[in-house]
């Protein structure tokens, strides 16, 4: 299987706040955000994985600064690293007005993917990801730690096997 570009699959999602999308205090609801985070990190993570894929976890989204109603919101999605079924997808979001002013990172999030195979619907591999410029570099080597907590954290993995967590915390004292 063919190891793969950051920048071939990278995918970009803009979108215009509208009164549909907002709370009753006039910003953009969290969920909705969420959704437009989630398609267009599967969007991203389809195109590596050349499969369908599913949202197995995401980790962290926090709402630093509101986005209001009339706002434009770009989201961009990135792989970071895939390992054998699975792919880490970095989502941010900036919000700007529509004059194209008062533009701020908003909002930044982990999305993993699993990739299934069209006849049986199990997870099939997926190809590596090939980091070409030092943040793909900073985001693929920090995955692998991201990965242990987030299988940590589901109870998918023991703590006594997360080596890539307790590494960091050892060469930390
Ligand atoms: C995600 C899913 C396919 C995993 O199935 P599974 O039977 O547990 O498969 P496996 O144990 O072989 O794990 C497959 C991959 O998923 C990853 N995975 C499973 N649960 C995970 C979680 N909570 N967080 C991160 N990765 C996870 C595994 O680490 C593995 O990755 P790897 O192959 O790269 O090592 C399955 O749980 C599923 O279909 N979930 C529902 C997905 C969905 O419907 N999403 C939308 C929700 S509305």
């Given at each position: ?5 950051v ?70 999605a990135a792989v970071t690293r895939a390992?054998?079924?699975?792919v880490e997808v970095y989502v ?18 982990y999305f993993t ?16 990801v090939?980091p070409?410029?030092?943040d793909e570099q900073e985001l693929y080597d920090s995955a692998i730690?991201r990965r ?26």
């Open positions: 299987m063919n190891e793969k570009k920048a071939d699959s990278a995918s970009i999602m803009t979108e215009l706040i509208m009164p549909n999308d907002t709370n009753p205090l006039g910003n953009l609801m969290g969920g909705n955000l969420m959704r437009w985070m989630d398609i267009i990190g599967g969007v991203c993570a389809a195109k590596h994985a050349e499969a369908h894929v599913v949202t197995a976890s995401v980790d962290h989204v926090s709402f630093t600064r509101a986005i209001e109603l009339g706002d434009v919101i770009t989201i961009k390992f054998n079924t699975s941010e979001v900036f919000a700007a007005n529509i004059k194209g002013h008062e533009n701020r990172r908003s909002n930044h999030a993917f699993v990739a299934l195979d069209d006849d049986s619907k199990k997870p099939q591999k997926v190809p590596a090939i070409l410029t030092r730690r242990e907590l987030r299988l940590v954290l589901s109870g998918r993995m023991k703590p006594a096997d997360a080596s890539e967590i307790r590494n960091l915390f050892a060469n930390l004292s």
